[in-house]
């Protein structure tokens, strides 16, 4: 399958290599946080590619949440139970929960459908930084530190109307952001078309930890940064 070539199988479990989770990062998703570098101190598997993962394992269903609640690095292991009910969880191989998942409605194994909601899904949550996390920071005239930018993945859930999906698109439909003091809540939500037709919607949730005063010059000159980075990288992964 698609996704076969960003995650391996070992006798324990599952392992995300560096490699494979920095390649799916900037190839698929088009993010080049320095969180998901091979050579990264703070190294973490990207959570869309646990989204992924999880699709690709277990189906497509027609109403799905995801809940992140731990860090994936270079040395977990993870455990997928052999028959995902309506809820489970990703654990690692001390048993700790990384990732909860629900689902419900009628469920697709359909591979083509499969790989374009991961590629489309993948591709608009990528963009959230800076393009649509920036904008939200100068309205609220707060930003996270440059020095230890902290934006968690939270949350993702969706609900489609139909799983025979012809011609996807993932379209930002409204985004916000809640701050409470030195912390916010992210909120993007997103439609998703077939054909050009609503065929559902959905939310994802990050958290922004350490804030700040907005500063334009600092905040301005680490997008400028990631945006060299990106231009410096992308061909590559393309």
Known sequence: MFLDKYFEHCPEGVVISPDQASAFAKGICGDFNPIHDPEAKRFCVPGDLLF???????????KMEFRFTGMVNDKTILNLPKDGQSEFAIT????????????GGPRSDDEKVIESVIRHYGAFSGQNFPTLLMPLMLKHQVMFNPARPLVMYD??????ESLDLANLGVNLKETTLDVQGKRADE?????????????????????LGGLKPYDDGAIGAFAEDYEARRQALQASFL
């Open 52 to 62: 992924a993962l999880v699709v690709t394992y277990y189906g497509l269903s027609q």
């Open 92 to 103: 690692d191989q001390q048993g700790k929960t990384l990732l909860e998942v629900s689902r």
């Open 155 to 160: 949350s993702m859930s969706f609900q489609l």
């Open 187 to 207: 909120h993007l939500h997103f439609e998703f078309t077939d054909s050009g037709r609503i065929v559902g919607q959905g939310i994802k949730k990050a958290i």
